[in-house]
């Protein structure tokens, strides 16, 4: 071609060149803007952090820029982590890893490992904050990043504690804290003090875990935010209550309430009318007591109300501010092509819509390909947010409503000696109402005593109601499987046997595991009367159940297999990769 159409070419380019990069100059400040504004709302208003995040991430996407994106993420989690959304920390946290693994960027892989951890070891995740942690520490001592192991081994010590591993944990964060003293780390060493008073603290030596507790608040005012002043008052308060200092425990929690206030922290909120409940009862307080636990209860459903209400608000307002940016930015492109030069406007539309058609039909290629994957994941998480919900109802059915009736059974006694026979009865009937209902929703006995014996509970329980004759031996199938795979399990038995009792006709179900290498199976099988196997190829006649159990083992990543006909039996057969 002749060199007069490449000049003609850059002529035509160079106001859109020139245009994209003044445009990022604009959005990088813009970035810039709205990350000092997250800065100053973290005292403040962590729903604030949130929604500052989202629009970060979006303006570092159109940058376009990775390390932006996943700074936003990252900040996105931890105010969601201080929320309490831990299943929303971590889905924002697992994303970002992926990606900061792909790029190889060494500081976000380091401080998402080590958030990971921590979200896990709230969740009392131990063998996965360990994981997460040590893969921290092994990511910072590669790229050189010393100082980070410092924090990085708080963790650490914590996961081998909880791991039975007592002297070690309180070993390694002992010499931590003496490293980042030495090294003049104040937010490491702050950390650290924390962290050494809850390992004291957790190994019942409450007096000792207080007096370290307390160096806290002589640490200077600059390293001493509004969040870190309720986190220790309130920590104090808890080990003052342990030591029954009741003097001490009440001007600790009236600081804590004063600064869980300012920063409307609402896990510290409630957690400190729960405490001063404690302390009302402990001086005999009862009418006081029984009101700051029902204020607890009742703030408590009041906020998770109030945040769903703000938040559905601010999605609201945000589609109703771009749909008028979308509408501002027509208006203004129809003014610049009446008053510019014809001929290069229709030259820039023509790129542009070159351009445009190559994208639409590149993304539409890739959303073909992708469609199914993201029905598969919709399918997953809302498997995952069910089990979270269901573990939520449990323990407040549990820690609410069941010491709710604990405590006015106990008061019922104190005023009345010989109370109505009737009335101790009724309420020791609800009493344990709540807590079956509590138990049928998430069994505790899965994470105490793993898959083996909760399934053969579950299978005591079917026999006992129903007269069936159930079994199960699934011995050693706890050492192979991890939490999610043995949540999965129980719910995928617990279906079948559902199904089976309800509509196989079955006199007898047995339930058995077989390990193999790389994989275990689980078999299910009752000598029911069968059923024709073409139905499942039928969508419109699966059962929802059915449906339920194929989406969990897609999700563990396994295969499923029937065998059945008529008067035959039911067999099927799960196996996953291990």
């Known amino acids: 071609m002749p060199n007069s159409f490449y000049c003609l070419l850059f002529v035509i380019c160079l106001p859109v060149i020139a245009r994209a990069q003044s445009d990022k100059a604009a959005l990088r400040h813009q970035y810039a803007l709205l990350e000092a504004r997250a800065e100053r709302a973290k005292d403040s208003s962590l729903q604030a952090v949130v929604e500052i995040g989202k629009q970060m991430a979006e303006i570092g996407r159109q940058i376009p820029s990775d390390t932006a994106v996943m700074n936003a993420n990252l900040l996105q989690g931890q105010a969601y982590d201080f929320l309490g959304e831990f299943d929303q920390a971590l889905g924002i946290y697992y994303e970002t890893l992926k990606r900061a693994d792909v790029l190889n960027n060494c500081y976000f892989k380091v401080h998402l490992a080590n958030q990971i951890s921590k979200i896990q070891q709230t969740m009392l995740n131990w063998e996965k904050g360990l994981e997460f942690s040590r893969r921290a520490k092994a990511d910072a001592l590669a790229c050189g990043m010393h100082d980070d192991t410092i924090q990085i081994n708080y963790g650490i010590g914590l996961n081998l504690f909880k791991l039975g591993q007592t002297q070690a944990a309180i070993q390694i964060t002992a010499q931590n804290l003496e490293a980042a003293r030495k090294a003049g780390f104040s937010m490491a060493t702050l950390m650290g003090i924390q962290e050494l008073s809850n390992l004291y603290a957790e190994s019942g030596d409450f007096k000792k875990a207080l007096d370290i507790e307390l160096e806290a608040l002589r640490m200077p005012d600059s390293v001493l935010s509004n969040l870190s002043k309720a986190q220790i008052y309130d920590r104090l308060t808890q080990l003052a209550v342990q030591l029954k200092d009741w003097d001490n425990a009440q001007q600790y929690l009236n600081e804590a309430f004063k600064y869980s206030e300012i920063i409307q922290l609402n896990d510290y909120i409630f957690e400190c009318y729960r405490l001063q409940s404690a302390i009302d009862e402990a001086r005999g307080n009862y009418k006081s007591a029984l009101q700051n636990f029902q204020q607890y209860a009742a703030l408590k459903d009041s906020v998770y109300q109030s945040e769903y209400d703000e938040s559905m608000a601010a999605l609201t307002a945000k589609y109703d501010l771009e749909r008028k940016e979308k509408t501002i930015a027509l208006l203004e492109k129809d003014q610049q092509i009446r008053k510019g030069q014809i001929r290069q406007q229709q030259t820039l539309m023509l790129l542009g819509l070159l351009l445009a058609g190559l994208v639409f039909l590149g993304i539409r290629l890739n959303n073909q390909r992708k469609t199914q994957q993201l029905k598969t994941a919709f399918a997953q998480d809302l498997l995952k947010m069910q089990e979270s919900e269901r573990q939520r109802i449990s323990k407040?059915?549990?820690?609410?409503?069941?010491?709710?009736?604990?405590?006015?059974?106990?008061?019922?006694?104190?005023?009345?000696?010989?109370?109505?026979?009737?009335?101790?009865?009724?309420?020791?009937?609800?009493?344990?109402?709540?807590?079956?209902?509590?138990?049928?929703?998430?069994?505790?006995?899965?994470?105490?005593?793993?898959?083996?014996?909760?399934?053969?509970?579950?299978?005591?329980?079917?026999?006992?109601?129903?007269?069936?004759?159930?079994?199960?031996?699934?011995?050693?199938?706890?050492?192979?499987?991890?939490?999610e795979a043995k949540i999965n399990f129980y719910r995928i038995i617990q279906e079948c046997i559902n199904n089976s009792m309800k509509h196989a006709g079955a006199t007898s179900i047995r339930i058995t595991s077989r390990q193999m290498p790389g994989k275990v199976e689980l078999m299910v099988q009752d000598n029911g009367k069968g059923f024709d196997k073409g139905m499942?190829?039928?969508?419109?006649?699966?059962?929802?159940?059915?449906?339920?159990?194929?989406?969990?083992?897609?999700?563990?990543?396994?295969?499923?297999?029937?065998?059945?006909?008529a008067d035959k039996g039911v067999k099927l057969t799960f196996s996953i990769p291990v």
């Open 536 to 565: 499942l190829e039928r969508k419109a006649q699966r059962s929802f159940g059915m449906i339920n159990i194929e989406e969990r083992i897609k999700m563990l990543r396994g295969k499923f297999d029937l065998e059945t006909a």
């Open 396 to 483: 407040d059915l549990h820690d609410s409503v069941g010491q709710n009736i604990l405590f006015i059974k106990n008061h019922l006694y104190r005023l009345l000696p010989s109370p109505d026979e009737r009335l101790v009865e009724s309420l020791e009937t609800t009493l344990e109402d709540v807590r079956n209902i509590a138990k049928d929703l998430y069994p505790n006995q899965l994470e105490q005593y793993g898959l083996e014996s909760a399934v053969d509970t579950l299978c005591e329980n079917a026999r006992e109601s129903s007269g069936i004759f159930v079994s199960s031996d699934l011995q050693g199938i706890d050492e192979k499987l991890d939490r």
